[in-house]
């Protein structure tokens, strides 16, 4: 029943497959959305077996990445076969907030994983992947 949740949570975040085509800032961007797939892939690994090395490793990536996404995402940078939605520089504070809600959900996994509880590290788990999902929602095409 956890694995099910876990993964359906996971699978709502939105699949991120290659693109072909892609250059410059957007190819890059892509590269680190795909990164962080493997990333919350490798969490779902970890909180089946209660790897939590592999866990906070994993959310440190993500967190690593929270801190410097923004920059991946320049005026302009909507051309396909970006996904990026006009919505991020339409709404530039509610894309901020959403980067900074993932930001907070990674460190939060972060310092769950240390504590070695389950429970808590699945639901820092499932609050991370909302931030992604809710994120995809707004500011994703």
Not at 47 to 52: A, G, I, P, S
Not at 97 to 105: H, Q, R, T, V
């Amino acid at each position: 029943m956890l694995n099910s949740l876990i993964l359906l949570v996971f699978v709502s975040v939105n699949p991120i497959f290659a693109h072909e085509g892609a250059t410059g800032v957007i190819k890059e961007r892509m590269d680190k959305f795909k990164m962080s797939k493997t990333m919350m892939k490798q969490i779902n690994v970890g909180l089946r077996e209660n790897d939590f090395e592999n866990i906070e490793k994993s959310a440190q990536k993500l967190l690593s990445w929270s801190k410097e996404m923004s920059k991946y995402f320049p005026e302009g940078s909507d051309v396909s076969p970006s996904e990026a939605s006009k919505n991020i520089w339409l709404d530039p504070n509610g894309f901020s907030n959403a980067i900074k809600n993932f930001e907070e959900a990674s460190l939060e996994l972060v310092n769950q994983a240390q504590t070695e509880n389950s429970d808590a590290s699945i639901q820092a788990f499932r609050n991370l992947a909302n931030t992604c999902k809710g994120c995809h929602q707004k500011f994703r095409n």
